[in-house]
T-cell receptor, first 117, second 111 residues
Framework: AQSVAQPEDQVNVAEGNPLTVKCTYS??????LFWYVQYPNRGLQFLLK??????LVKGSYGFEAEFNKSQTSFHLKKPSALVSDSALYFC???????????????FGQGTTLQVKP | EAQVTQNPRYLITVTGKKLTVTCSQN?????MSWYRQDPGLGLRQIYY???????DKGDVPEGYKVSRKEKRNFPLILESPSPNQTSLYFC??????????FGSGTRLTVV
């Protein structure tokens, strides 16, 4: 079965420091991986995705993520955190093409990022 | 503007009182789905629809119904809401070429 794990409920980082939000996945075929961010009382905003190609994916707001096939990971990173980056972050993987539910996104449980001044 | 519109944004209701959360998309996407978001559980799929008149259960369908009579609309129906359906609900549409578009969410409280 496909699954996504975000091992940290919360990540705390000081403003200006680099941040990493971890994500590991399990899929039977080639993974299509996504990161979304949710600010308080807001909907889901797309940050970036990996479909194929370069393992380092650049996205919105200065975020990037590195796809590591051998470690089945897709960690979200940013070189210098901002207080405004504080939010809830979700990693997601798309169900395999062989499934009848080919549009299904499987989400991790979410990681709250707190950036302190 | 391409978007998925959910209504209402906030809803407080009582146990057993039927309610409908509407979802509409203007992108002509065939695939639409509903998710619920709960703390520590992420988003879980409730129902999905591959096209008009084609719907199927997701991972947590109990207590919910959906319909897809036309491509743009995909309402979520709670025939007899219970407190364990208190949650944040998201509608989404999907097209392989353009990806996913999520609605702004509906925060439902059942008392």
């Amino acid at each position: 079965a496909q699954s996504v794990a975000q091992p940290e409920d919360q990540v705390n980082v000081a403003e200006g420091n680099p941040l990493t939000v971890k994500c590991t996945y399990s899929v039977s075929g080639n993974p299509y991986l996504f990161w979304y961010v949710q600010y308080p009382n807001r909907g889901l905003q797309f940050l970036l995705k990996y479909i194929t190609g370069d393992n380092l994916v650049k996205g919105s707001y200065g975020f990037e993520a590195e796809f590591n096939k051998s470690q089945t990971s897709f960690h979200l990173k940013k070189p210098s955190a901002l207080v405004s980056d504080s939010a809830l972050y979700f990693c997601a993987v798309r169900d395999s093409e062989g499934s009848s539910n080919t549009g299904k996104l499987i989400f991790g449980q979410g990681t709250t990022l707190q950036v302190k001044p | 503007e391409a978007q998925v519109t959910q209504n209402p944004r906030y809803l407080i209701t009582v146990t057993g009182k039927k309610l409908t959360v509407t979802c509409s998309q203007n992108m002509n996407h065939e695939y639409m789905s509903w998710y619920r978001q709960d703390p520590g559980l992420g988003l879980r799929q409730i129902y999905y629809s591959m096209n008009v008149e084609v719907t199927d259960k997701g991972d947590v369908p109990e207590g919910y119904k959906v319909s897809r009579k036309e491509k743009r609309n995909f309402p979520l129906i709670l025939e007899s809401p219970s407190p364990n359906q208190t949650s944040l609900y998201f509608c989404a549409s999907y097209l392989r070429a353009s990806g996913y578009t999520f609605g702004s969410g509906t925060r439902l409280t059942v008392v």
